[in-house]
């Protein structure tokens, strides 16, 4: 009978049925358990679903009955990674290795450690042991794995290197995640052939469902977007612009109003904030970089990694996944009481004892509060950018999971002004000191708001440009970064028609804050 159902199990997992397998899986459990495949199986049915902390669970149990089983090691590396342990992790990919030298999975998380490290040579070291292990076919069908790779070539500038890597991973189908790829970086390299071939695919109508679909087409219409952008075929572009979102609206489906019972939920936290159940850690050396995302933060981020004693841990998600059982209804979430020590043993990996140590996830404007009731000492820098220029370079990318509202202005609108609420309530209501940059300064005179950056953070440090072009960052603006400041930005102007309905949209959302103030 358990074989049968486990059979049934991996069958729903194939058909990604994963709350289907997950409930098999429980029954099956709870029948038996001691059995160590039927704890692999539920293990594996809550990974596949992104619940970390209960898959972990799971997996050590597996672990306490064989030790030695690379699956079992293997999948806790990764999902010591995820959760952001990193030693853990590190500890676990390095046995997995050693239990089975020539599965590539082990050394994909060692890459992926030594990038967040920002041991480049090393990471790129990984990459032609797992070219030399993965059969072409797990290759293309796992983009994540596409990604990481290129990452690592980039991070070295290695861009020859990244541009034949596209070539070898092109060769036998074309790629819609590589091609939006290569967009991103290089969009001027991009051959009349592949223009081609991503317009074929487009005229393709026989998918399963809107799922299927957006997964295909989103990338590549956002690829033609950057490729006629870059050709200064704006009419063009922004055409493609509009029919990519509308794919990717489908796929994300975001209720932004949602939103604002988060905000509700805080404020009703933080009316008795001293009764907040977290310890107090100093904070001191710890710089969190917030604001809207592509506000300008990767750039104040390669600002103070400029910094001598100073390293940047990039878009962490370890801060708000540690406090946010305190407001969220989430059964993979943990209420720690001691956020704070956690945090600092988990950043240990790659703060590697810099004096300086940042935190760039720019939705940590949610978390301020926390921040500063954790961290007394830690420095706050929050990134405005005007809510127009702001709306269009989110609009611009191709954002499914992490960023789920950019695909429609509407979206956009409603979160900006709940950011500017967040932001209203932690400076004005509760007091909290942090340090605002308007991003129109920053690109118009950098050397200087570089000093008040510097000053804010008590960085003892001459600002450095060519240094900071050197910096890496894994985001959207890493084709950007890596140049000279300038102020195109400013003023764009795209998509004129959407302007006065989003600046609508916008004004509705902040007269519902201001009457419910």
């Known amino acids: 009978m358990s074989n049968s159902l486990l059979s049934q199990i991996i069958e729903n997992i194939n058909n990604s049925k994963f709350h289907e397998s997950e409930q098999l899986a429980w029954g099956l459990y709870n029948k038996n358990k001691t059995d160590f495949n039927t704890i692999k199986t539920l293990a594996l049915t809550l990974l596949l679903q992104n619940k970390y902390n209960g898959s ?43 239990l089975n030298g020539e599965a590539y999975q082990s050394y994909i998380t060692l890459l992926e450690l030594y990038l967040r490290k920002r041991d480049y040579e090393k990471a790129y070291s990984y990459t032609d042991k797992i070219l030399k292990r993965i059969k072409f076919e797990q290759l293309i069908n796992n983009p994540n794995v596409i990604y990481i790779i290129l990452d690592t070539y980039f991070a070295l500038f ?52 809107h799922i299927e679909k957006g997964k295909t087409v989103g990338p590549i219409l956002f690829g033609l977007a950057k490729y006629y952008e870059n050709k200064k075929d704006i009419e063009t572009s922004d055409g493609y612009y509009l029919s990519s979102n509308k794919e990717v609206s489908n796929i994300q489906r975001y209720q932004p109003l949602l939103n604002q019972k988060l905000i509700h939920r805080i404020k009703e936290i933080f009316s008795n904030r001293e009764n907040l159940p977290f310890e107090k850690k100093s904070g001191e050396g ?31 998600i370890s801060f708000y996944d540690l406090i946010k059982a305190n407001f969220e209804k989430d059964e993979d979430s943990v209420l720690h009481k001691d956020p704070g020590s956690i945090y600092e043993n988990r950043i240990k990996f790659i703060r590697q004892g810099n004096k300086f140590f940042i935190d760039k996830l720019p939705g940590n404007y949610q978390s301020i509060g926390y921040i500063n009731h954790i961290f007394p000492e830690a420095k706050i820098i929050y990134v405005k950018r005007d809510p127009w220029d702001n709306a269009i370079s989110l609009f611009k990318q191709f954002y499914v999971s992490n960023i789920p509202y950019s695909s429609t202005f509407f979206n956009i ?14 400076r004005d209501d509760l007091n909290i000191d942090f340090l605002t940059i308007e991003y129109e300064e920053l690109v118009k005179d950098t050397n200087k708001m570089a000093e008040v950056i510097f000053k804010y953070c008590d960085i003892s440090h001459t600002y450095n440009p060519e240094k900071r072009k050197k910096f890496f960052a894994r985001t959207a603006s890493k084709n950007q970064v890596n140049k000279d400041v300038h102020t195109s930005s400013i003023g764009k102007r795209s998509f004129e028609s959407e302007k006065a309905e989003f600046y609508n949209y916008l004004e509705n959302q902040r007269e519902y804050w201001a009457n419910s103030n």
């Open 56 to 98: 972990i669970d799971f997996y050590l149990k597996a672990e306490k009955i064989n030790s030695d089983d690379f699956d079992v090691i293997n999948n806790i590396a990764h999902l010591y990674l995820k959760i952001e342990e990193f030693e853990k992790s590190f500890a676990y990919a390095t046995k997995a290795q050693n």
């Open 158 to 209: 290695k861009n020859d290197e990244a541009l034949k890597f596209i070539d070898y991973a092109n060769k036998k189908a074309f790629n819609p995640e590589i091609f939006y790829y290569h967009s991103t970086f290089s969009p001027e390299t991009i051959s009349d052939e592949f223009i081609n071939a991503a317009k074929k695919i487009l005229k393709f109508d026989g998918y399963k469902n």
């Open 286 to 316: 710890l710089v969190f970089i917030v604001g809207m995302p592509r506000s300008g933060t990767t750039l104040i981020e390669s600002i103070v990694a400029s910094a001598l004693d100073t390293i940047s841990g990039g878009e962490l």
């Open 413 to 426: 609108a409603v979160i900006y002004a709940n950011h500017e609420e967040f932001i209203r309530y932690w």
